[in-house]
């Protein structure tokens, strides 16, 4: 098992890193001000603590897209560079929830960091309420679509749903719900079920997500299904009953979530998280700058289920002031 510097990356929230078939790691996450798009390039994952952040796109000054840019993540798909991101026309929350919709940019060039990134607007969905926290993966031959959206006729925040898609921006199938908040680790503070992962072993495909509030009730539920299975079927997919990743008071790691999957260079399963080192937040919990990006490898039980056993402590010193914006 590898060691690593705790936390990798100061002040990024929502982290995402891709390893690219050119042997490169790309991440991509939310920055405090949630005001741009950057991207950081690394040939090693350590590397991408110190790599330069270059900025791809930035939100314009009014309009759907014009305030609160949360939770991108990058994806090659079909020879394309996707960039899925949420975006809200402003800072006001309506009826309890932020406006935010979800949005892709394109980028047909061979380097994402230097090529021409354009806007393929607003992706589709049926109900046009709140939704964010997109990914993608494929699947036996199929191009699959996962993100967390309100159902006004569901209680809570957001809920899980799945969807086949025509193209990296367009839906071909209707949404499908996997998953709600329910659970009594689910609704703490909020109820809400977002940030999905995929990762696939043996016989099996996961979904990870967070749930509840995002202070230290923050934590990372399971769904599992049988990868043989239509993924499109809703019973097909099992909720674990209690939460695989959580806060951790011995270690100061609060709120672990809204994680993604990589692979280190000796190709152990990695798994990548934001969470605080303290609980005492002033103000709203989203307008704290100090989810930082933390990695951790992790081992699968004979169970067949992934062991992402705890958050580790602090292992370097933090440069950023705890309640400065970088």
């Given amino acids: 098992m590898s060691n690593y510097p705790n936390p990798l990356i100061e002040q990024r929230a929502d982290p995402h890193i891709w390893l690219h078939s050119d042997g490169h790691y790309y991440f991509i996450a939310s920055v405090p001000e949630y005001d741009r798009l950057e991207i950081r390039r690394s040939s090693t994952l350590t590397g991408l603590a110190d ?29 394309k560079w996707v960039i899925y991101y949420a975006a809200a026309p402003s800072q006001d929350i309506v009826d309890g929830l932020f406006q935010h919709r979800m949005y892709a940019l394109v980028c047909e060039d061979a380097d994402p960091l230097s090529g021409e990134w354009v806007e393929k607007g607003r992706i589709q969905t049926p109900i046009d309420s709140f939704s964010l926290d997109a990914t993608h993966f494929e699947h036996q031959g199929k191009s699959y679509y996962l993100w967390a959206q309100k159902d006004p006729a569901i209680r809570g925040n957001s809920n899980l749903y799945i969807a086949e898609m025509e193209d990296p921006w367009t839906l071909k ?12 680790w689910e609704i703490i503070g909020f109820w809400v079920n977002e940030g999905p992962a995929v990762i696939k072993h ?50 100061r790691q ?73």
């Fill in 254 to 326: 609060f709120g672990p979530g809204h994680n993604s999957f990589t692979r280190n260079e000796q190709g152990e399963d990695v798994l990548v998280y934001h969470a605080r080192n303290y609980t005492e937040i002033e103000g709203d919990p989203l307008y704290d700058p100090n989810r930082h990006t933390r990695i951790k490898t992790f081992v699968w039980g004979e169970n067949g289920l992934p062991d992402f056993g705890v958050p580790g402590p602090d292992n370097r010193p933090l440069t950023l002031q705890k309640n400065t914006v970088q």
């Fill in 51 to 79: 790599a330069p952040a270059t900025v791809v796109w930035h939100k314009p000054d009014a309009g759907p897209m014009s305030a609160l840019i949360w939770a991108p993540e990058l994806h090659f798909i079909g020879g």
């Fill in 173 to 184: 199938s209707p949404p499908v719900m996997l998953s709600k908040p329910e659970l009594d």
């Fill in 202 to 251: 043996g016989d099996k495909i996961f979904i990870t997500y967070s749930a509840s509030a995002t202070d230290e009730n923050y934590c990372i539920g399971l769904l599992s299904a049988d990868t043989g299975s239509n993924l499109l079927d809703a019973a097909a997919w099992h909720k674990s009953p209690r939460p695989v990743f959580t806060t951790h008071k011995q270690n």
